[in-house]
């Protein structure tokens, strides 16, 4: 009857909340969660880099390897033939053109010196580069060649009336696929037969390595037309078997090869007899 008498034992201690991991850790990562994004995006540019060059069109390509391969053919391509020389201002002329079996050449154009007074000749043989004056109404002395240098020489500015590059050194260019060119598909000049391209530089050179214009070659190699700022060559006829060798016009001198300026009329003034003191 006295058992409710008996004394209790020590209190029980109040049950502690569970721990909530992820309310405890909330905390830390709310600080550093910040800090990361920003660190994160600090490593990021600020804006992406965008291409420097510009994708080159295929066609564009496939033009350039088709000229590079014409080209390489007309440097094996040996032949004599005629073209006809269209120039602003000037009547028409026939430029004769001769590569022959062995690498040598020749060009001769009419009209090429003095002005359009003097018909000379370009050859490049073994022996070196010559120009060769040839008699014409105005000069009807006979035909001399001076040498210019070694054959792979460039022609002298003050001497060079252009056209014989097209069958020359700037086939040298056209195959060269490190040169600075744009090549695109042209349409063929009146009354030209072949594949026509045309060529720009890309180069900002006052010394640039050809003339931009147009190039024409049929699929052998034979250069059909070339269109440049000095005028237009067009073939002219069916090209001839080349010779052996070419033979300069005449024979080597010791004198000054002629220019492409008009003479000084004050100069021919007084050299002339009429003007010469008795």
């Known amino acids: 009857m006295y058992a409710h008498l008996r004394p209790a034992g020590p209190p ?15 905390g ?29 069109p295929a066609g564009v390509d496939a033009a350039r390897d088709e000229l590079a391969a014409l080209a390489a ?9 005629s073209y006809t020389l269209r120039a602003p201002e000037s009547p028409d002329r ?8 062995d690498g040598s050449w020749r060009v001769d154009v009419p009209g090429g010196a003095l002005g359009g007074t003097a018909d000379v000749s370009f050859a490049a043989t073994a022996d070196g580069l010559f120009q060769c004056a040839l008699p014409s109404a105005t000069r ?24 014989q590059h097209a069958f020359t050194d700037w086939l040298d260019v056209l195959t060269d696929r490190r040169a600075p060119l744009a090549v695109s598909p042209a349409e063929p000049p009146p009354g030209v037969s072949g594949a026509c391209y045309s060529v720009e530089t890309t180069s900002a050179s006052i010394n640039a390595p050809l ?43 010791d004198a000054e090869p002629l220019g492409t300026a008009a003479p000084d009329p004050t100069t021919e003034a007084t050299t002339s007899p009429s003007a010469e003191t008795p």
Do not use: F, M, W
């Open 211 to 253: 003339d931009v214009g147009i190039y024409c070659y049929d699929a052998d190699g034979t250069p059909t037309a070339v269109r440049t700022a000095s005028g237009t060559l067009i073939l002219a006829g069916t090209p001839a078997p080349a010779p052996a060798t070419v033979q300069l016009a005449g024979p080597v001198v």
């Open 28 to 56: 830390p990562l709310a600080l550093a969660l910040p800090a990361l994004l920003v660190a994160c995006t600090a490593d990021e540019p600020a804006t992406r880099p965008t291409p420097t060059s510009t994708p080159v």
């Open 12 to 26: 029980a201690k109040p049950a502690r909340p569970p721990v909530r991991p992820a309310r405890r850790l909330a």
């Open 140 to 163: 009807p002395e006979p035909a001399t060649c001076v040498r210019l240098g070694d054959r792979d020489e460039a022609v002298p500015r003050r001497l060079d009336p252009r056209v």
């Open 94 to 101: 026939t430029i004769l053109v001769t590569s022959a079996n």
């Open 73 to 81: 053919a007309a440097q094996d391509r040996h032949l004599v033939a």
